[in-house]
């Protein structure tokens, strides 16, 4: 079984040749609003031959399926299965995937108000792809949601779907990585029930508000970039006003 240390170097070589080039504004002496962008991208990969993706998601997704190991363009390790060998369940769970990280998550904060709006884009290529080698029909999604920051940054209130939810921002607290506290890791449990660990690389300039999820307890810029083994979420841009 890997160590953290092992699965953080190993997440930062998967992913590092496709990260996006982001375009940031420098940040002004006083501004009432921020708007970003961030890509959020699915780390499977599709062809007219098949499906790839870490060994330990194919392990998890689907104990069931045979797999052979292949290199990447990147030169790691990872496994793939033939079209071939993807039942109807199988494509129903990689397109659901693919749905759920490939999308375009638009940010608007609300500085005096420790609020942040997102509008969220579902659509991209690579989904599109997947539902048409599939032959699956498709439903185009976009999506909502709010949170405000209360009581010091403690407490975070959740607007979605017309309900509100109350969590404690201590459960994403960073384990640092480096003395500058600009790179550490979190555990996170995914709908499965698995743990899984996630790699946040900050970036000094940006206001902490600058974030596609929830803000940590001990994080004091705003996100860069979050690797994890299925999905990465990269800074694309930050404007202000």
Aim: hydrophobic share 35%.
């Amino acid at each position: 079984m890997k160590n953290n240390k092992s699965i953080l170097l190993l997440l930062l070589f998967l992913i590092m040749p496709f990260l996006a080039v982001s375009q940031i504004q420098p940040t002004p002496k006083s501004y009432q609003k921020i708007k970003f962008i961030y890509l959020k991208k699915s780390n499977f990969r599709l062809d007219e031959k098949g499906f790839y993706a870490d060994t330990t998601q194919f392990k998890v997704m689907f104990p069931d399926l045979e797999f052979e190991k292949v290199s990447s363009n990147s030169g790691a390790i990872i496994g793939f299965a033939p079209l071939s060998k993807l039942n109807r369940l199988h494509k129903k769970t990689i397109t659901k995937k693919m749905t759920e990280n490939n999308t375009v998550i638009f940010g608007l904060v609300e500085v005096k108000k420790n609020k942040v709006l997102f509008s969220v884009d579902h659509s991209s290529p690579e989904t599109d792809y997947a539902y048409q080698l599939f032959n699956l029909p498709q439903n185009r999604l976009n999506s909502s949601h709010q949170f405000s920051y209360k009581n010091n940054f403690s407490l975070l209130e959740i607007n979605s779907n017309a309900t509100t939810q109350l969590k404690s921002i201590q459960k994403n607290k960073i384990l640092w990585q480096n003395e500058e506290h600009t790179i550490g890791q979190y555990d996170t449990t995914e709908q499965d029930g698995n743990k899984q660990l996630n790699v946040v690389v900050f970036q000094a300039e940006l206001p902490k508000l600058v974030s596609p999820i929830p803000l940590f307890e001990n994080a004091n810029h705003g996100v860069k970039t979050i690797y994890a083994m299925e999905y990465h979420y990269e800074l694309i841009s930050v404007s202000y006003e």
